[in-house]
């Protein structure tokens, strides 16, 4: 009962994702985001949170920085880095709820069907790997990259909501905040 709960879970979640992957791509090829983005960046403060929502995800993460640095090149990079930052966390923190509760269920199922992958547990439960994957994720949702990968290390390492938050606000301040110093310097 318990496994064809965790199986038929497992396929949602994969059903989840690959839809959503196919409906960005379509999204994105469309222009529509860019469009969007284009339409807001003249309100500042709206324009960096929409522009930070679009910041976190591997679809939207060029044209979102973008947009970004036209902000910032005509603004103040503090508000740009603050207000795309808030909407960063946002996208992230939808995205990190889904991996820390769906996905790490769906991964601690294939680990239990698969022997290898059991053993290998054994080797991320070192201490050393406790505090080394949620810094890994920080450094990848701290550089331009797009966030996913960063978020998976983060949730699957079960770092808790209330240090996940000011910790992806800082560095996508940190990162957005960069990307308004070259946009100026340009």
């Known amino acids: 009962m318990i496994k064809n709960r965790a199986r038929s879970n497992l396929m949602r979640d994969l059903a989840i994702v690959g839809f ?3 409906l960005a791509v379509i999204i994105v090829r469309s222009g529509a985001v860019e469009n969007f983005l284009v339409a807001t960046k003249k309100f500042e ?5 929409i522009a930070g929502l679009f910041f976190t995800t591997v679809f ?7 947009v970004l640095g036209q902000i910032a090149h005509a603004n103040s990079v503090f508000l740009v880095a603050f207000f795309g930052a808030l909407g960063a966390v946002c996208g992230d923190f939808i995205i990190f709820r889904f ?19 059991g053993r290998l547990k054994h080797v991320f439960k070192l201490r050393f790997f406790r505090w080394f994957i949620p810094m890994l994720g920080a450094l990848v949702v701290a550089s331009p990259l797009p966030d996913e990968l ?11 909501v209330r240090v996940f938050i000011p910790l992806s606000f800082s560095l996508n301040f940190l990162g957005i905040f960069v990307i308004g110093l070259v946009a100026r310097s340009i």
Do not use: C, E, W
């Open 45 to 49: 403060i709206i324009g960096s949170f």
């Open 99 to 117: 991996i820390k509760h769906d996905i790490s269920a769906d991964v601690d199922y294939l680990v239990k069907q698969n022997r290898t992958l």
């Open 150 to 160: 960063g978020l998976a290390l983060m949730g699957l390492s079960k770092i808790k």
């Open 60 to 66: 939207s993460a060029a044209p979102a920085t973008v």
């Open 20 to 22: 959503s992957i196919i």
